[in-house]
């Protein structure tokens, strides 16, 4: 049985009743808001991310962690705000995703906080850029019951990858993956589902074929080629790829660059998951790094509480209103037909 297909039956073998109910109004909710113009949420989200830390021990250049550049708190997520989210939402929680800014694996009880998602059947995922997946971490990430492990590798020689992974070490991030495939032989496990993500930048984009080649070698399930948000891309930016589809930017006659995508009154995002910081405050999506649309705090209310507030939905009736009025979503491409050009 092949990578992908075990990985879609485990993920179905999260389904239950409630789980499903709970979709279904989320997605109903959803196109009767698109259709009648007026923001309502039913149910709660499907999939939720949860930020373990900002802290990252590289310096990526279009990364805040990486850039050291938030102006919020950097720190570590709380195990009593963890599970008693977790707790509130596991009955209807689908898909949980470990990580938003910063290196998941530099928060020391990381993978106890996985396995607790893991004993209510959450699908679960996280992404790292592999420099902490020793011998001892690999087995515990195998034993975590993590579902979903993206590896972050840009680049298939130290030269090329070092120049987006700044600080980082090739033969670190294939040492990580070879031990995760070894202690899933060794633990007869299925899981992690195993992901090379390759940010498709100008200095990579001749290693595609290779990365592709290298995955084969190293037993790794699927290679996912994602595009990179870039910050200043309007002047032309030295990370814009050449390979038109595998960038967000169009050249203009006139030298500069436009987004791709059209600004669409709508985004499907704001009604089925959302984003958790590292000190519980709720933000719309991933875009909001800085976490600047701040819409709930788990510190002083229950996640049901924020779900359903005024601020949640003006922020989602704004967006069915005009989403070019909410600054981040003008460099986003969730909602449009050009963003399924980016996914391999």
């Known amino acids: 049985?092949?990578?992908?297909?075990?990985?879609?039956?485990?993920?179905?073998?999260?389904?239950?009743?409630?789980?499903?109910?709970?979709?279904?109004?989320?997605?109903?909710?959803?196109?009767?808001?698109?259709?009648?113009?007026?923001?309502?949420?039913?149910?709660?989200?499907?999939?939720?991310?949860?930020?373990?830390?900002?802290?990252?021990?590289?310096?990526?250049?279009?990364?805040?962690?990486?850039?050291?550049?938030?102006?919020?708190?950097?720190?570590?997520?709380?195990?009593?705000?963890?599970?008693?989210?977790?707790?509130?939402?596991?009955?209807?929680?689908?898909?949980?995703?470990?990580?938003?800014?910063?290196?998941?694996?530099?928060?020391?009880?990381?993978?106890?906080?996985?396995?607790?998602?893991?004993?209510r059947n959450i699908y679960t995922a996280t992404s790292t850029n592999a420099h902490y997946l020793t011998e001892a971490n690999a087995r515990k990430t195998v034993e975590s019951g993590l579902d979903r492990l993206i590896i972050s590798i840009d680049g298939t020689t130290q030269e090329v990858y070092q120049q987006y992974r700044v600080g980082g070490k090739l033969e670190k991030v294939i040492e990580g993956t070879r031990q995760i495939v070894r202690w899933k032989k060794e633990l007869k496990s299925r899981t992690p589902h195993i992901v090379f993500q390759f940010l498709v930048v100008r200095p990579n984009e001749h290693q595609i074929a290779e990365v592709r080649q290298l995955a084969r070698e190293l037993g790794v399930d699927e290679v996912a080629l994602k595009t990179a948000q870039i910050y200043d891309y309007e002047q032309g930016n030295d990370l814009i790829p050449t390979l038109d589809q595998y960038s967000r930017y169009a050249p203009q006659p006139d030298g500069t660059y436009r987004i791709k995508s059209g600004m669409d009154n709508h985004c499907w995002k704001m009604w089925h998951s959302c984003v958790i910081t590292w000190d519980g405050l709720v933000v719309p999506c991933c875009f909001d790094k800085d976490a600047h649309h701040r819409l709930g705090d788990l510190q002083q209310q229950s996640f049901r509480e924020l779900w359903q507030s005024p601020a949640y939905t003006n922020f989602r009736q704004t967006l069915l209103r005009s989403r070019s009025e909410i600054e981040m979503c003008k460099n986003c491409t969730e909602g449009t037909k050009v963003w399924a050009q980016f996914n391999e």
């Open 1 to 119: 049985m092949g990578g992908n297909l075990r990985d879609g039956l485990n993920f179905l073998s999260k389904l239950t009743p409630r789980r499903v109910g709970n979709a279904l109004n989320v997605l109903a909710s959803y196109y009767r808001s698109r259709q009648t113009g007026r923001a309502e949420a039913w149910g709660l989200p499907m999939s939720i991310s949860f930020e373990p830390t900002t802290s990252c021990n590289l310096r990526c250049p279009e990364c805040p962690s990486g850039l050291r550049s938030f102006t919020r708190p950097t720190g570590m997520l709380g195990e009593e705000l963890y599970k008693r989210t977790i707790d509130e939402l596991h009955e209807t929680l689908l898909y949980l995703i470990f990580y938003f800014q910063g290196e998941p694996y530099l928060h020391p009880q990381f993978l106890e906080l996985v396995r607790y998602a893991a004993d």
